[in-house]
């Protein structure tokens, strides 16, 4: 397989000589999906843990809808969030089109989703063992949701690094949203989209490859650092 | 006591995520201070080369720092009608000074031009290699049904592939699977036709510069009914106030000066000339 050779040489070479503009790419690939993981967890937390505790006509409706939308093709999420931006949009006059913080806002619209639809179910569950104690105790339904959120939080873990996959590998929204700016706006997954456009499939692969190391870095962060907590937490 | 540690760690996650953005708005803040301008451009010009070797010698002169989106012809037209970007550099004559006609630009002119090539499998099955009339070269892979890549996505490249099929007198669409429209940027276009053995419409500057040739070589070249022109155009100020008139001019007037000229002339892979500059007159 001449093809991995080259690219796992490729990779190798990438990550032993430092290279500046790969360093600055990744860098910014993890700002923005960081952030917009951030922003999700901070909007998906709650709303998933309201959604499993409250009670009100329509609610199933709503279950589905957040359900569904964890299959958001991301380049429509691109494209809504391009005709916001647009300086023909809505919010044109910020002039935020092309820019990291669109790929964030493009990037917190996919992954929400699947922090809300993932911490509905683990809240639900826990609610269903819990109820009795917890309502016994006088906690309201929606009083009950930071003790759920934070008795399910090693649970919780996986569903925020399950948006975090999605931020890290989507390329369709901030291709559209960020432009794939040299310097500004180009990332590791819209760079590997350009080295295959471009015919330097190793070169593309390799860079993969790198993707891949950061992402298991994290993950490997995120176990270690949950398998510490959780001895700390007896 | 319980809820009170909640809080904490709460807002100890809070201050976590503070970190990250404030680590992402230095980077923001140090791209804001210099001056730049949003140009839409054409895939072939960026994935060529072309711009890494142009631009930093504008931004030098200037210190106008130049953020270029590379899409197809269609889109990058598209982006400036909605006041996206402050310059439009692309290749499609007609629909750049329908453009202007409309009023979404203003002040066209011609930047410089290659030329496309009719790509295809070293076996040629519709024996068309060395051929200097692509529109006969057409007719011959329609007739054998030889298989042939589009790009189907509105570009300036389909749009010129288009108008050959045209001057062909032939509906490539018409007879069955072996015209594959693939919707696709120049570079995955080639890279398909690469794993099909399939004849491909290209510009020579992606071409030259594009490395998973796998078994195909030029064939047919030289026609003048292949000549591509590479337009500029300045979006229009008067319905988009916030384009960037100024700098944008600035960048315009560089690049059909004597010097900016000269530097695309001096751009070359493994000693080939890519684009030849020919902006002597304002057209639209």
């Known amino acids: ?234 | 006591m319980r809820l009170f540690e909640t809080t904490r760690r709460a807002v100890m996650a809070a201050a976590m995520g503070a970190a990250i953005w404030g680590f992402a708005a230095p980077a923001g803040a140090q791209t804001t201070e210099k001056p730049f301008i949003t140009v839409a451009s054409t895939t072939s010009t960026e994935q060529s080369g072309l711009f890494k070797h142009l631009l930093p010698q504008f931004t030098e002169k200037t210190g106008i720092e130049v953020r270029v989106v590379a899409v197809g012809t269609g889109q990058a037209l598209k982006i400036g009608e909605r006041g996206d970007a402050d310059v439009v550099f692309v290749h499609a004559r007609s629909a750049e000074e329908d453009f202007v006609a409309k009023g979404f630009g203003v002040g066209r002119s011609d930047v410089m031009y290659n030329d496309f090539v009719l790509v295809g499998p070293k076996s040629d099955p519709a024996g068309v290699k060395g051929s200097r009339d692509a529109v006969k070269a057409l007719q011959a892979i329609a007739g054998k049904k030889a298989p042939f890549v589009s790009r189907g996505d509105d570009s300036g490249t389909h749009k010129a592939e288009l108008d050959l099929w045209k001057l062909a007198a032939l509906d490539p669409k018409a007879g069955g699977n072996w015209y594959r429209e693939t919707g696709s940027g120049m570079g995955p276009a080639l890279n398909t036709a690469a794993g099909m053995d399939a004849y491909i419409l290209a510009d020579r500057g992606t071409w030259l510069s594009f490395k998973n040739r796998g078994d195909l070589a030029i064939l047919v070249e030289g026609d003048d009914r292949l000549f591509n022109q590479y337009g500029i155009i300045l979006v229009n100020p008067a319905r988009h106030a916030h384009v960037k008139e100024k700098e944008a001019r600035a960048f315009i007037d560089w690049v059909i000066s004597p010097e900016g000229q000269a530097a695309i002339a001096s751009y070359r892979i493994e000693g080939e000339q890519l684009f030849f500059p020919n902006a002597s007159k304002k057209g639209a």
């Open chain 1, 1 to 234: 397989m001449q093809g991995f050779d080259e690219a796992l040489a490729a990779a190798w070479r990438l990550i032993v000589t430092g290279d500046t503009a790969l360093v600055e790419i990744a860098a910014l690939s993890l700002k923005v999906s960081l952030t917009a993981v951030f922003c999700a967890a901070l909007i998906g937390l709650p709303l998933g843990a309201a959604l499993a505790l409250a009670r009100f006509p329509g609610r199933g409706a709503v279950i589905v809808v957040i359900n569904a939308l964890m299959g958001l093709p991301p380049v429509v999420a691109g494209l809504l969030v391009y005709l916001l931006l647009s300086r023909a949009g809505p919010l044109g006059p910020y002039g935020l089109l092309f820019t990291p913080t669109a790929m964030v806002i493009a990037q917190t619209l996919l992954v929400t989703p699947i922090i809300a639809a993932l911490t509905r179910q683990v809240v639900a569950d826990l609610w269903t063992e819990y109820s009795e104690q917890l309502t016994s105790l006088g906690a309201g339904r929606l009083r009950a949701v930071p003790t759920l959120l934070w008795d399910a939080r090693f649970s919780l873990v996986t569903a925020i690094l399950a948006g975090l996959g999605r931020a890290m590998a989507e390329v369709g929204a901030i291709l559209v949203v960020g432009g794939n700016i040299d310097g500004v706006t180009r990332t590791m997954t819209t760079a590997i989209a350009l080295e295959t456009s471009k015919g330097d499939l190793p070169l593309a692969l390799g860079l993969g490859i790198v993707l891949l190391v950061i992402v298991l870095v994290i993950n490997a962060a995120a176990h270690l650092f949950g398998a510490t907590a959780r001895r700390a937490a007896g």
